[in-house]
């Protein structure tokens, strides 16, 4: 037996490179937090400002603060698309106003 070479372990990693940090199930977030969230984000001017603290360094919960980013960012994407949908239906509108003065090629009788 002394012919094979004798198994080799690995070497053991330090303790912080292999667990990443995860909660503890009594930190999640509770209804109740959720709750009071969900309510201040329904009032307009009190919402926008509350979803900028939380997605700005306002909380240590990463889901509440992903949860505010990811409704900034489709906030900004439906206020584009808003603005495009004015503007073509303001140069639809002007278009078809515009028209309406050109005196018509029909005659009355």
Do not use: C
Request: glycine letters at 6%; proline letters at 6%; hydrophobic letters at 50%.
């Amino acid at each position: 037996m002394a012919q094979y070479q004798p198994y080799q372990q690995p070497h053991a990693q330090p303790h912080y490179a292999v667990q990443p940090y995860q909660r503890h199930p009594e930190e999640t977030d509770s209804l109740g937090s959720w709750m009071l969230a969900v309510f201040l984000m329904m009032i307009p001017v009190v919402g926008f400002i509350y979803l900028l603290v939380l997605a700005f360094g306002g909380t240590e919960s990463v889901a509440k603060k992903n949860y505010a980013r990811a409704s900034l960012l489709w906030s900004a994407i439906l206020i584009v698309l808003m603005i495009v949908a004015a503007i073509i239906m303001a140069t639809a509108g002007i278009a078809f106003f515009s028209g309406l003065e050109e005196p018509s090629s029909v005659t009355n009788y």
